[in-house]
């Protein structure tokens, strides 16, 4: 079956879910609360694995690329061109907050200027930074280790797909080794970091990105016109219980892949059905945020928490945790991220992805779908 939508065409509702995940989590990091709701937020992340296996499913679709040359596939390029997206902006602000927690350490809670957390953050190692919890110096990186083990995954299923000459899709191989690998961690968790890290099952969020883009492929867009209506309802439901399953519901033990990942699932999926079927937004501003949703996520440790022990002392308005305090500390975040991404990560990603990762611009500057 042919898919519904070109390879090259950028999904709009795509990019409204990734501003509407870093936004959460731009949020959730105030620690500010609504009322009686318990923080909430945190479910951006969710959100963001599930887009994730559903882009890197439709880049590596060698069905959506029938005109590549002989012996050529849609992932020659694929853990090259992710490297150069992710790698750059991820050092920058590592570098950055290693060298500020050398010359103002009394700002820096429990981040320490150690050489050897250096290293492992910047090659995605995962190591214990105080107590129980794994993260790297940047502590929001914690993300980026499970999405670069998603990629590496990935890339080896494409090597090995083409070693091997198989018929079925090479995602399909990626997404096998992420599963064995988390089961294969698990027997050593107790005794290893790393393994600890990569048994948990957020690694299957992933999977259920790769599953909605093959439902999504699957049904033809005139099915999803007739059906645009119960899709929207179910965007809107997914999103709103997204939030009331942190802020609203009593605290569970379930795990949060199935009461944070599979709504998240679901929102994902009927987002971009609603893209397929001729809904997809045409709200600028949005789009425009979504398309600096990495760097928004990236940038705003440094301003709320900036704002929060710089300022806030002197002024406890603006206390991150203070209604004032919250909005300040998300529109610099907002606004300081749209700039950098820009006049800095636009045109230097446009550079760097057309020269060294394949002569391909990227798909974030492609054209939007059009209804």
Not at 317 to 335: C, D, K, N, Q, T
Not at 356 to 364: A, D, S, T
């Amino acid at each position: 079956m042919r898919p519904a939508l070109k390879s090259n065409t950028k999904l709009n509702n795509i990019q409204m879910l990734r501003a509407f995940a870093a936004v959460s989590v731009v949020y959730y990091h105030t620690g500010f609360g609504l009322g009686t709701m318990r923080s909430f937020g945190s479910y951006g992340v969710d959100v963001f694995f599930v887009i994730s296996g559903f882009i890197m499913a439709r880049i590596l679709d060698a069905d959506l690329r029938p005109n590549l040359p002989p012996g050529q596939h849609p992932g020659d390029f694929f853990l090259r061109r992710r490297l150069l997206r992710i790698v750059p902006p991820y050092w920058t602000f590592t570098l950055l907050l290693f060298f500020a927690s050398m010359r103002l350490p009394a700002l820096m809670g429990s981040t320490r200027p150690s050489y050897v957390d250096l290293f492992k953050s910047l090659f995605f190692v995962p190591f214990t930074k105080y107590e129980w919890v794994i993260q790297p110096l940047l502590f929001i990186g914690w993300s980026l280790n499970y999405e670069m083990f998603f990629y590496i995954a990935l890339a080896i299923g494409v090597w090995l797909h083409k070693r091997l000459n198989l018929r079925f899709p090479s995602v399909i191989l990626g997404a096998a080794l992420v599963l064995l690998t988390m089961l294969a961690c698990m027997p050593f968790a107790a005794n290893s970091v790393p393994a600890r890290f990569y048994s948990r099952d957020l690694s299957l969020e992933f999977l259920f990105g790769i599953g909605s883009y093959y439902l999504c492929r699957s049904i033809p867009a005139a099915a999803t016109r007739r059906l645009r209506l119960l899709l929207l309802f179910f965007c809107l439901a997914s999103a709103a219980l997204l939030i009331a399953v942190q802020g609203i519901f009593p605290p569970t033990t379930i795990s949060r892949v199935i009461t944070l990942g599979i709504p998240a699932m679901i929102l994902v999926t009927s987002a971009c059905l609603l893209s397929q079927g001729g809904w997809d937004t045409s709200l600028a501003g949005l789009v425009l945020l979504g398309d600096a949703s990495y760097i928004l996520y990236l940038v705003h440790p440094y301003c709320e928490l900036s704002i929060d022990r710089i300022l806030a002392p002197h002024y406890a308005w603006l206390h991150r945790e203070a209604p004032f305090g919250a909005i300040v500390g998300i529109g610099i975040s907002v606004i300081l991220a749209l700039l950098i991404h820009l006049y800095v990560e636009r045109p230097t990603l446009k550079y760097i992805s057309y020269h060294l990762g394949g002569h391909h611009k990227p798909i974030e500057f492609s054209t939007p779908a059009q209804s």
